[in-house]
């Protein structure tokens, strides 16, 4: 919406000064100031020579004298005019303006001052004209361009126009845009910045201090503009927006005085005629635009009181034709009774088909109360097969788990008897050690016989050699015997340290091994599985996404000979796993466990269908897969799912065809079992409390050491809490790629995840690999150490015997230096030690005999034990292929549950569609009654009574008759009763509407009367008070320099008259005509013209092209002067002046000038 545009006042008490001439009769859409342009001379004319001019000159005297005195030839002009009484007290005016113009001289203090807002900053023209690029700024108050000729003056006022919205006719330089784009060029440009502060901006929160206009043309004819702010922002590209900036500064750019081009302003200086004067006059202060308004007004006037002559006339045959249809209508009420009684008979007949409707409608009542007691025992009997399968779901889970603890009792057993073999083997070790220790007893034994023997044999001799021992060397063999004895006690105390460590180095050897075992079996696992985890993201990276991807080539095949085969009712579905997506990937080998074979089924809606599927099966694989029936459509399970808090298996699935969906949740319930990632909140959730609504049971991710891939399944019914485990299932051989799901996903993110699944496995390798390391490290270290310390026990025992030897030697030799009775007490001593190394041999060799007999026994005994492990080991198998053979069973009923189930939903489904029949027939027959009685309200409000027994056929014989009987009487009378009420109505109606519509017209004929007075009345005072205006600006003007004149505004020839004296000398006043008037003079003269009139235009810019081309120096130093004095005045206006001149020493200069070069 465009601002309110704003108002000026100079002050005066009754002088008006006109900022824009409009009228609130013209349309919103042309509410824009006038834009004249005033070109007296044929467009085709050359420029106005000398001559010319002086022949105009010497004709004035004769227009004036020769110009008719023609009287208006309109209604309008005589009204308009009102005989020109208005302007018969010209001294009275003339006083009332002077006094009002010295009143605003009066309070006028200081200097002039440059307007806030309205006037041009800079003006740029690009490829305009002739010109590359121009670009001018101007003052805020007077502005003096000044040039040669093709320097760019008259192009400045040219791009104003033209870019503050003006026409290039406007100019006289041209009929269209493209005429102004510069000589082998394309396109042109005009920039025109206007100042935008102060209390009268226009939009200041949107512009800013200023307001750019851009004006974009080309060779081709396009234009358009571009209205920025002053943050260089286009607000708008309209022209209407041009116009409203316009029209709120009132610029009046169009207004042939206010922007006066070089052509104009040289027919208006010099050469103008009276008649042209006084047109160039009333288009500047806008009388003539009001002039069109008004009569554009008068013409509305006229075209109204036609109308309202037309009207009248309408109303004369509208009469007529109302009194016709009020005397038919009278006659029409003379059949009032019969009328009477077929509306009675009508309603009858209404109401009693409304009757009959609903005798149907308690019967559909009936058969729908029938239905519903039907469902409510369909769904009884389902909700019972319902529960029946998933109790044995959870008998299922329950074998299931029994079955893997058997299976892994089957892990612990094989443990078991690995044990029972490691102390078998321990214990024969132990017997084939004692077996040696043994046979070394028993040569020490023989060993110490030996020795006695010997030593006998040596007391023997001693006691028979006498000798002597003297000397050094016994000492020094005393010392040698003392140090091998110290060494063989050493050796000894090193011996049984050894001996002491081999059981606990044994154990070591044996835990290490046993560790090591277990390390390289987690390593190879490990590898095996990350082996298979990249393999299976290969083979994810190169899969085709295609929906058969994860089932074997036998499935192919048989879904392409179901493709293929056109003998079935209805083409049979499946399998289901490739018809779902799976939305969540890490769910998928769990889910894939979950739904097991459901997935490989097919669902047919027939038992024929299923019949030739499950013979077509047949001829591929030998393990068929199940085969479903159902003829559900979609269930709305909304009611029975838990809340959207918690994810369930049907709410990460999506399904490309419902009855697969339909079938998992009969099947498998899949709408009740929600998925929990964490454990912990999984058992918070299912075991703190009751479970969820609508919860069945609940699977979550196994958070032990190496479960990746597998689950756990939680159920809590009536507090008995059970967690089974789900295993990952085992690889389907003949698929596309081993392991692939049979549920599609999202490869990218499924890849995603096993890439993670790999990265994870390749850093727990690297883990188990250390480990491995470790293991071997520390098994190898040892059975170092046992070889090590059983090389040292051997080592021992021959320095035992070296260090025995030299005992043994050196005794002999100290014997020697001994005497008899010594040597021989040291050999009785010496028997005496063997007798009980012998002795003490004995007894270890007898212990070690006890030892081997129990070692032995021992032996027998684990035999014993890993044989009956052995035996016990058959017996497990029996139980495995029990508990094997009663997960079976279990599924083989829950088949047959799932069987029963399908037919107690497919009951319960027929039993509800029943229902729904019937309950849409009940609401047809519901909507038919009341349609029935909505059209029987039609005919009558209130039910009539109807006899028992009546009926339809009798009721219309009746109200037939009386029907014939009315339609004879509107034959006679040319129409039905209603036609003729609804003709008087009608007539009457039109003649009321064409009398208020006359009354109206007449209203608005005196409306418009009473305000084109009072427009005329105001236009008579504004052209009066202008008139005064610029008579007293006139003379006051020409007073300046010295002259002394008049302006005679002759409004009723429509011509203006000048009278200048310059002559001070002369005493009379009455001034010469302009014609006896030099050049400048005559100049001189129309510019004080222009000034008085501008004076009495408030437009904030003023622009005048070569004002001064047919003045003399002196009159165009004068000329000059003036402008600038006036301008001075003329507070906060901006004056562009252009003149080809220079300025210089003829105007007085100040700082309000502004001269552009």
Known sequence: MAPRKRTHDDGGDTIEEVVEATSA??????????????????????????????SEDEDEDEELSNAPQSPPQTQYEFERDAGFHHLENIEYDDFRATQAIRRQREKQVGQNAAAESGIIESVTCINFMCHTRLHVELGPLINFV????????????????????????????????????????????????????????????LYGDTITIERHFS??????????????????????????ISE???????????????????????????????????????????????????????????????????????????????????????????????????????????????NILKQKIEILAEREQRVLEAEQARDTNSQNLEDLDQQIARAEQVREEVVAEGATFSQKVAAAEEILEKAKRELADI????????????????????????????????????????????????????????????????????PALKEAVNVAERTFQEADKLFNAKRKETLEAKNHRDALMENSGGAMDGYSDTMKRIVDAIHNDGTFAHKPVGPLGSLIRLKQPEWSKILEKTLGDTLNGFVVRSKGDQTKLSRLI??????????????????????????????????????????????????????????????????????NQAPPRNVGACICLHDGANKRNHGLRLTNRGGNKSTSPISPPENRPGAIVSGQPRMRTDIKRQVALQQEIVKQLGQDLIAMTHKQKDAKKALVNAQNEKEGNNQAIQNLAREIRQAQADIQRIEEELDQFEGADDRLETLRATLREHNEEAEQVGMQYGNMRLQKETLSDKVREEKKKVEALKEEGKDFQARVNKAEGKVRGLNDARKVAVSSKNAAYDQAAMAVQERDRAEVKRQQYVNQVAEYTEEAEKVCQERPPIPDGETRQNLEKRFKKIKEQLAAREKRFGGSDEELFARRDEAVKRYEDIKTQAQDVEETIVSLKRA??????????????????????????????????????????????????????????????????????????????????????????????????????????????????????????????????????????????????
């Open 1012 to 1157: 084109m007075g009072r427009r005329l009345e105001i236009w008579r005072q504004f052209q009066r008070q202008i008139s005064a205006r610029v008579r007293n600006q006139f003379t006051i003007v020409l007073s300046e320099r010295g002259f002394r004149g008049g302006i005679e505004l002759d409004h009723k020839n429509r011509k203006i008259h000048l009278r200048v004296e310059p002559d001070e000398t002369r005493k009379s006043d009455a001034g010469r005509n302009t014609k006896t008037l030099s050049g400048g003079e005559k100049s001189f003269t129309s510019i004080c013209m222009l000034l008085a009139i501008w004076e009495a235009v408030s437009s904030p810019i003023r622009c005048l092209d070569e004002f001064d081309v047919f003045m003399d120096n002196v009159n165009r130093a004068m000329s000059t002067n003036l402008l600038c004095d006036a301008a001075r005045r003329s507070v906060s206006r901006q004056y562009i002046l252009i003149t080809p001149n220079a300025i210089e020493g003829r105007a007085r200069m100040d700082k309000d000038v502004n001269i552009i070069r």
């Open 435 to 502: 077996h040696q220790e043994e046979r070394a007893a028993h040569t020490r034994l023989k060993n110490a016989g030996d020795h006695v023997n010997k030593t006998k044999d040596l007391i023997q001799q001693e006691e028979e050699r006498l000798s002597e021992s003297t000397g050094p060397e016994r000492a020094q063999k005393d010392s040698e015997l003392n140090n091998a004895k110290t060494r063989e006690e050493e050796i000894r105390k090193q011996q049984s340290l050894a001996n002491e460590r081999t």
């Open 25 to 54: 009769l013209r349309p919103e859409s042309s509410r824009k100031r006038a834009r004249v342009s005033i070109n007296v001379q044929d467009k085709d004319q050359g420029p106005v020579d000398d001559e010319s001019l002086a």
């Open 248 to 358: 709120w500064y009132a610029l009046q750019i169009s207004n042939p005085l206010t922007v006066l081009s070089q052509d104009n302003a040289r027919q208006f200086l010099n050469s103008a005629s009276p008649a042209q004067k006084y047109k160039y006059f009333i288009s500047g202060v806008q009388l003539e635009q009001l002039d069109n308004d008004y009569k554009m007004s008068r013409d509305t006037l006229d075209r109204t009181e036609q109308l309202s002559d037309e009207l009248k006339d309408r109303i004369a045959i509208l009469k007529k034709e109302m009194d016709e249809a009020l005397r038919q209508a009278e006659l029409a009420k003379q059949n009032g009774d019969l009328r009477a009684k077929a509306r009675f008979l009508r309603s009858q007949l209404a109401w009693v088909q409304v009757l009959e409707q609903e």
């Open 146 to 205: 000044v040039g040669e000729n093709g320097s760019g003056k008259s192009a400045v006022l040219t791009a104003i126009t033209l870019c503050l919205g003006g026409k290039a006719s406007d100019t006289n330089r041209g009929g269209s845009l493209r005429s102004f784009v510069r000589a082998g060029q394309e396109h042109g440009q005009l920039i025109v910045r206007i100042k935008n502060a102060g209390t009268d901006a226009y939009q200041p929160d």
């Open 618 to 687: 047949g001829r591929y694989t030998d393990k068929p897969p199940p085969i479903f029936i159902s003829n559900q459509g979609h269930l709305d399970t909304a009611a029975n799912e838990p809340d959207e808090d918690f994810d369930t298996i049907l709410r990460v699935m999506e399904f490309d065809d419902d009855t697969v969906r339909t079938q998992l949740i009969m099947n498998a319930s899949v709408e009740k079992i929600i998925l929990v990632k964490d454990r912990v909140r999984a058992q918070q959730v299912m075991f």
């Open 219 to 244: 060779k081709s004819g396009t234009s358009g503009f571009k209205i920025k702010s002053a943050a260089e922002k286009v607000i708008s590209t309209k022209k209407q927006e041009v116009d409203e």
